[in-house]
């Protein structure tokens, strides 16, 4: 009999969380079920739709917390789990962490296993919200049977957390192949007649953690500069500040806010520079795409990136917010392909030798199984 995995995840708008999600539920060897709860009406319900796997949509379930809204959330998750009787509970992203460890353990969930994406206290909060948020998380490690931390920095953060150390599995978040686009197709794609000759850009929820505001200030340092354009792929709740700050600093002919697109990976080789200058991360997929793609990429040195970029080998590493070094780190790239190409293909190498997707499957299902 094939064990139900039940994968619970807040949000169905594709970001690493649910990415990883799908590459889980879509990968899994035979002898397991499949099963995914999540919020309503993202491109991860689509895309677990579209091959086949069953996919429960909770109404209530969102990022922000709304106590009557989070309350429904939890009934209803106990409802989910009470009718499809998981094996194994597989609980992503922080609220949908907490809430479904402790259904699962009021239910008596055989195995509950969680995964921390990245960890709410290390973002841009208050001291009481950081707190709280490491209480929360704190909770959901003693709740659950296993914790996989997707890089190492990940898992030194919580270590220290009383009766969790031996509960952690550090496991890289791992890549397939992707059926990338040519640069010409891509570029018309993405902008047909641009005609500009570096194309810089990244892919990105428009979240303030993602500092994409930095890349603009920093842009705006080197806007004289001839032949490069800015590409943003993604959208979120930055949007609109993001454009405000685009029109205020003159850069409406530089930058293009090109919204949400499907499958946009497949795009990355339009692109000569990657750009990742993120506030916080825990281990971006988006790194692991661009590697794929042989870019050249700008990044800061925080979280996981340290554990995949060797700053002037394999990439470029900035200090998180410093605007001037991603401004100089671009200049230099923009003027210098042979640089550009020499970190795209280290960075390429790395990857394919470190962080696969059979790999990250692999020691999965280990930690399903108590392995």
Known sequence: MKKKILYLITKSAMGGAQRYVLDLATNLPEGFEPVVACGPGGELTKRLEERKIKVIQIPSLGRDIFLSRDIDSFFRIISVIKKEKPDILHLNSSKSGFLGALAGRLLGVKRIVFTGHGW??????????????????????????????????????????????????????????????????????????????????????????????????????????????????????????????????GLKEKIVLCGQIFDAARLLKAFDIFTLTSRTEAFPYALLEAGKAELSVTASGVGGILEVIEDGKSGMLVKSGDIDAIAKKLSELISDKSKRDKLGTNLKEKIESHFSLEKMVSQTTDVYTGN
């Open 120 to 249: 709410a206290f290390n973002e841009e909060r208050t001291i009481v919200s950081k707190i709280i948020f490491a209480k929360i998380h704190w909770l959901t490690m003693l709740l659950s049977d296993a914790v996989i931390a997707v890089s190492r920095k990940t898992a030194r953060d919580v270590e220290k957390f009383l009766f969790v150390q031996k509960k952690i599995h550090q496991i890289y978040n791992g890549i397939g192949d992707v059926d990338f686009f040519s640069k010409e197709i891509a570029r018309n794609k993405i902008s047909a007649g641009t005609s500009a000759e570096v194309w810089i850009g990244t892919i990105s929820e428009l979240h303030k953690n993602k500092g994409v505001d930095y890349i603009i200030k920093a842009l705006r340092k080197i806007k004289d500069t001839p032949s490069w354009k800015f590409f943003i792929i993604g959208s979120g709740e930055e949007e609109k500040r993001l454009k405000e700050l685009i029109y205020m600093y």
